[in-house]
DNA sequence: CTCCAACCTGGAGTGCGCTCCAGGTCAAGC
DNA sequence: GCTTGACCTGGAGCGCACTCCAGGTTGGAG
């Protein structure tokens, strides 16, 4: 229910110890609980702040961001809207990302489809994608 | 057909002119054509490098792993299967990362949708997601 | 009580992929 | 011939997100 060591904290999140240091250091995970020596306590609480920061940090959200997002939910229930806002804005950023990933995923695929054709039947040059890609310098 | 500036090139493959010099500086682009006052000449043939190049940056791939392309493809027909086993191998990853994406894409969504039940008709603390993000600071 | 692995701090360093700069050259239009 | 905007080079600088380090402290096992 409670309390992780810092390398426990880190194996469940998938954050390095110092990751998990640092940011803390810069804001981004506030309040972190300490034993009376100044060993970190990381709470369920705060596994659950990482997870989210997993997925955001995973999805490509710059940690500027993210911290955007974790002092406004410090500041209380008010900025609700804001954040809701600031999540749907990289929510949409997250589906053009997906876009253009599937799409250059489909002409990677071409490109091997081409060198799968190589020893084949007919060796036919000028494929579609444009360029040889063998010595030819063509100037 | 043939010779374009490389503001041209740069319009076209969507690089910077900073970028395409870059790319030429170390060793990615080969052999660029040039006037005979030395201002760049882009080929139809570089283009289409830099298509692909687009293509592989677009999906994660590191500048080194392109220049490894690039070299192989330069040394000739032989190396073709090195070749597309390389692209095979980050097809891989980008099928991971595409995964990845997706998943993380899932929990924001499910984030956002907790934050468009707020202001609805019950306001059930507890939301799945298992952390409040108000000012709790639970310790 | 002793040991030692895990932890602490502040700050410097790293790797990547560009991006910017100064100071000079080129070439197309007038 | 002159102007001017695009281009050239080598090299320095930048932004991001960590990562590493030295030198010291903590705390649970034996």
């Not at 229910?1 to 998990?20: I, V």
């Not at 804001?27 to 034993?35: E, F, M, N, S």
């Not at 940690?63 to 990289?90: K, N, P, S, V």
Request: proline fraction near 5%; aromatic fraction near 8%.
């Amino acid at each position: 229910m409670s309390g992780y060591a810092p390398s426990e904290a880190a194996r469940r999140s998938g954050f390095s110890l110092d990751t998990l240091r640092y940011y803390e250091k810069i804001g981004l995970l506030a309040d972190v609980g300490r034993t009376t020596g100044g060993q970190r306590v990381f709470t369920d609480d705060d596994l659950g702040w990482l997870v989210l920061f997993r997925c955001l940090r995973d999805t490509g959200m710059p940690i500027a961001q993210m911290c955007r997002y974790a002092e406004l939910a410090r500041e209380g229930e008010h900025t609700a809207d804001e954040r809701r806002e600031l999540l749907q804005q990289h929510a949409a950023r997250v589906e053009e990302q997906m876009l253009l990933l599937s799409r250059q995923y489909e002409h990677l695929r071409e490109k091997i489809r081409f060198y799968e054709r190589l020893p084949g039947p007919v060796p036919e040059t000028d494929q579609p994608t444009a360029n040889r890609l063998g010595p030819a310098v063509s100037r």
